[in-house]
């Protein structure tokens, strides 16, 4: 029997009620379903048979448990399936995804899911609520830690990349996982940054900036997705049958299965779509097939399918029938989910026989080389690399620290297994630093005590801040070089952390001020999960890297830098504003009216109150410790039809005295269009590695495709076209430092 006529079978025998169990997703919580536990509530649903899938399993013995019991309160013996949210890494943390969207290396990033998804498949699991993949733009909001970036296309080649990685060549495959792309959609665009909040934005955008990154996750195969918080367009995600039905498995062609997030069909409620029977109808009508938690499907779908629904102010009627056929087809995906996974052939797939977890140790050096990677070098004035015998002094409340480089949704990492810098340096110099911990993490008692209430220690020194100045000062004068750690909170940055002002604290700016005072060569590497603005700090340091969270191996991945064991080859995934206000922010903004040549300068887009002069570091921007040339780019010809092949073709040199990995990337604008456009956008980016001396030729290949865009008036009426006239392509290693070449599309 295959797959689909296991399937059907089961719908033909199964009660509604236990179809309804089906779409009941739980966490296991304290739930463990063994001695003195046995009573928990998720004990009794699952002798119920109220549960389809449970997520948060802390052991292969656990998960084991619960399926034992599932399938002894299941009549027709359907097993349950168990996720988790591995983020960036699951027992070996890896740097935060906009760390790793740095590197710009979609095989490191396949491999580092791979990795995860080994040692998640070896306790049990086989589903993870990852990638996630929401385009971000705006560093108020705290979940741009776990996000791609700023950009669609370098955020869908990391969405294909990372499903690769967790799901391999197929479903059910031994050591995988399936993907769940989350959140879908735009839930990286809410209103000022607030997290959870709505968004309001054209079709247009919706459609070439947010939507790219799961269309290429569903290209791949991806099993699962999961619908975001915030409404789109005046209309909850929850509740979205246009967006879900409609886009994602219409026009993007995905078959899976479609989970809510946590209590999302409960929010419905205070969305304003109506108290429960409404909200659930409203849910499962747009295509949520599983209930996170809340428990609304379970407890209000069996007078739903008994009754149905008028409920006019909702602009809702549904017929009884209609209910029970909506049961039904949320019921036939969580089924075929699990007969992708190999569960309905054999309940204890994942569970018995599983390949065991990876080497930590292999973990370890993978972790390490992918925070090395993630890390960007933003200036650097001939400081970089340090010599192993320089004096180092390592100043700042992240010079020793721990628990904050795991970076937020780390949830099955421990902090004893980070390294931290000063151990880091040591061990690889073989020389101790000075360590001073020169300023508190945040400066006000109530938001500490707040990030505490998030779940992280934020440490502090009882001290004076002069006292502890003064202790700074004093470790940057007795040494060659003082390093400054500074930086934010995990919790800083994350779910439910969305800041006014995302900056560097200002205590640490008055470190840093003192520091630069003593004249000794400053290094400021920041920690940090989302791009802080960093103001005059750029002005102030000699050599500044930006380091994020970086993992269990990320101190060690910096201090392979600092002391040249690595090379820097990060680039930003996210521009770095100068100001806090300046969010949100992105290389690609659509061209405006004004300043219009030769008015008044006072009309402009801009700012009253901020320098023309602020540094902020563009997309894509990073440096190496080469010294890269660009040749000017060729096109293999300057006219084309849309069927022809087009190449563009530059040369590029290292010559500096060292190693370079050199992210080659080409943007294109498109002049005239019959709406605006993004200014640039990315449409290719090329990773080469250039020994000391070493020249090579870079070639792209342009085709027509890559100028198609979206008109949307409404989410039904889309039309994608290409116009012909001239584009404009600008290759560089930055959205900023490009050069140019015009070519004519004839048709
Ligand atoms: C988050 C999801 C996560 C879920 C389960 C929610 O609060 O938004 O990203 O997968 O919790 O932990």
């Known amino acids: 029997m295959d797959d689909q006529e296991i399937v059907e079978r089961l719908m033909a025998e199964m009660t509604l009620a236990e179809k309804i169990g089906q779409l009941n997703l739980l966490a296991a919580g304290e739930g463990l379903v063994t001695g003195a536990a046995q009573h928990t509530p998720l004990a009794r649903r699952l002798d119920a048979g109220q549960a389809g899938a449970i997520f948060g399993t802390k052991s292969l013995e656990s998960a084991r448990a619960m399926q034992e019991r599932a399938l002894a309160g299941s009549r027709l013996g359907i097993p349950l399936f168990f996720a988790e949210d591995v983020i960036h890494g699951h027992r070996t943390v890896f740097p935060l995804n906009i760390a790793l969207a740095c590197s710009w290396d979609l095989d490191l990033i396949e491999e580092t899911a791979a990795f995860a998804a080994a040692e998640a498949a070896s306790e049990g699991l086989h589903q993870v609520f990852a990638p996630m993949i929401d385009v971000s733009r705006d560093a108020r909001w705290g979940r741009v830690a776990e996000s791609p970036g700023e950009d669609p296309l370098l955020s869908a080649r990391i969405a294909a990349a990372a499903t690769r990685g967790f799901q391999g060549a197929e479903l059910g495959a031994p050591g995988k996982v399936a993907a769940c792309l989350k959140h879908f959609v735009a839930y990286g665009a809410p209103q000022s940054g607030r997290d959870y909040d709505n968004v309001s934005l054209a079709w247009e955008d919706l459609l070439s900036i947010y939507l790219p990154p799961f269309a290429a996750g569903i290209t791949e195969g991806a099993g699962s997705v999961m619908v975001a918080f915030n409404a789109v367009n005046k209309m909850p995600m929850h509740a979205n049958g246009a967006l879900i039905e409609g886009w994602l498995r219409g026009a993007a062609g995905f078959d899976g299965l479609v989970v809510s997030d946590y209590t999302g069909v409960k929010e419905l409620t205070p969305h304003g779509l109506g108290a429960a029977p409404v909200g659930v109808a409203r849910a499962l009508h747009a295509g949520v097939d599983m209930d996170m938690v809340g428990e609304d499907y379970l407890s209000h779908l069996p007078t739903l399918v008994r009754d149905g629904l008028e409920a006019p102010e909702a602009g809702l009627s549904l017929s009884a029938d209609q209910v029970a056929g909506l049961v039904d087809r949320a019921c036939r995906r969580v089924l075929t989910f699990k007969a992708r996974l190999g569960l309905l052939a054999d309940p204890y797939r994942g569970l018995s026989g599983v390949p065991a977890a990876p080497s930590r140790r292999d973990g370890r050096k993978l972790a390490r080389k992918a925070a090395a990677r993630s890390a960007v070098l933003l200036k650097n004035d001939d400081l970089l690399p340090l010599s192993s015998s320089a004096k180092v002094a390592l100043v700042g409340p992240f010079a020793a620290d721990r628990a904050n480089m795991l970076g937020t949704w780390s949830v099955s990492g421990r902090a004893e297994d980070v390294v931290p810098l000063d151990s880091a340096v040591e061990a690889l110099t073989g020389r101790a630093p000075v360590v001073a911990w020169g300023a508190d993490i945040v400066d006000e008692p109530w938001l500490a005590q707040r990030l505490n209430v998030h779940g992280v220690t934020v440490e502090s020194d009882p001290r004076s801040e002069t006292e502890k100045l003064r202790d ?223 020249r090579r030729e870079v070639v792209f290949d342009i085709f027509a495709d890559q100028f198609r865009y979206p008109i949307a008036p409404t989410l039904e009426a889309v039309e994608w076209v290409r116009d012909p006239g001239v584009v404009r392509l600008h290759v560089g290693p930055n959205s900023r430092d490009t050069s140019s070449v015009e070519l004519t599309w004839q048709t």
């Open 472 to 694: 700074a000062r004093a470790a940057a004068r007795a040494s060659d070089v003082v390093v400054a750690c500074v930086g934010e909170a995990k919790e800083h940055a994350g779910e439910s952390s969305s800041l006014l002002a995302p900056e560097i604290p200002a205590s640490q700016r008055r470190l840093i001020d003192a520091l630069a005072e003593t004249g000794t060569p400053l290094v400021v590497v920041v920690f940090a999960g989302r791009p802080l603005a960093l103001g005059t700090l750029s002005d102030q340091a000699d050599a500044l890297l930006y380091a994020w969270h970086g993992g269990i191996a990320g101190p060690e991945g910096v201090a392979d830098i600092l002391f040249g064991a690595a090379v820097p080859a990060g680039r930003l995934a996210v521009s770095l504003p100068a100001h806090p206000g300046e969010v949100p922010l992105s290389y690609d903004a659509d061209p405006t009216g004004r300043p219009f040549p030769g008015t008044f300068a006072k009309f402009r887009t801009g700012w009253l109150d901020l320098s023309d002069d602020v540094k902020r570091f563009p997309f894509g921007f990073g440096l190496g410790y080469g010294k890269m040339h660009y040749g000017s780019p060729e096109l293999s010809m300057t006219e084309a039809a849309a069927g022809q092949g087009v190449q563009l073709r530059l040369s590029v040199e290292n010559a500096g005295p060292g190693e370079v990995v050199e992210t080659v990337q080409l943007y294109a604008s498109d002049p005239v269009a019959r709406v605006v456009r993004p200014g640039r956008f990315l449409i290719d980016f090329k990773q080469v590695r250039l020994s000391a001396g070493e």
